[in-house]
């Protein structure tokens, strides 16, 4: 059994989804809030502090992201806040690790935690990182990069922790 989204799933959704007319996106974001309400909710209020491009690019990704795993398994169980508050909160002492220099601390987390989803999180981080050089009218500050990172793991964690794990068949 395949736990991970494969590779070519992350390629076909992100530009799948580049393709989407307004009103199918409209449509899928207004299924994605009745069926994950709670997390949508921590999209919204997680974002609202950040600049209009910033908080619309974080957007976009969650729901590319979103995307992959419902393309990727067969069921996203129901989200809670408390799944939400332990993940996060797990994801802010990793941070605070890393901001601290543990190196053995920094190495373990790599090995760990990157590999669970690593071509949704190389998605990710390469929209991050090029976004810079391929859109000109957005530019990302370090700090945003790195909210914006952080929100996207936390968000990949937990769809990861509420999914069958079942790799549907189709494509």
Do not use: W
């Not at 974002?47 to 908080?55: A, G, H, I, M």
């Not at 806040?81 to 373990?108: P, R």
């Amino acid at each position: 059994m395949i736990t991970s989204i494969s590779e070519e799933i992350v390629t076909k959704t992100y530009m799948d989804v580049a393709g989407f007319q307004s009103n199918k996106i409209q449509r899928e974001m207004e299924k994605l809030n009745k069926d994950q309400p709670e997390l949508f909710y921590f999209v919204l209020t997680s974002l609202e502090e950040l600049d209009d491009d910033v908080r619309d690019l974080g957007i976009y990704m969650f729901f590319v992201v979103y995307m992959m795993f419902k393309k990727a398994y067969k069921k996203i169980n129901r989200i809670t806040f408390d799944d939400i508050d332990k993940t996060y909160d797990y994801n802010l002492k990793i941070l605070d690790t890393i901001e601290h220099g543990d190196e053995n601390a920094l190495m373990d987390f790599a090995e760990k935690e990157m590999v669970k989803q690593r071509y949704v999180m190389k998605y990710i981080t390469e929209v991050l990182m090029e976004e810079d050089e391929e859109n000109e009218c957005i530019s990302l500050k370090a700090d945003d990069k790195g909210f914006l990172f952080l929100f996207l793991k936390t968000i990949t964690d937990i769809l990861d922790k509420n999914t069958t794990k079942t790799i549907k068949a189709r494509k």
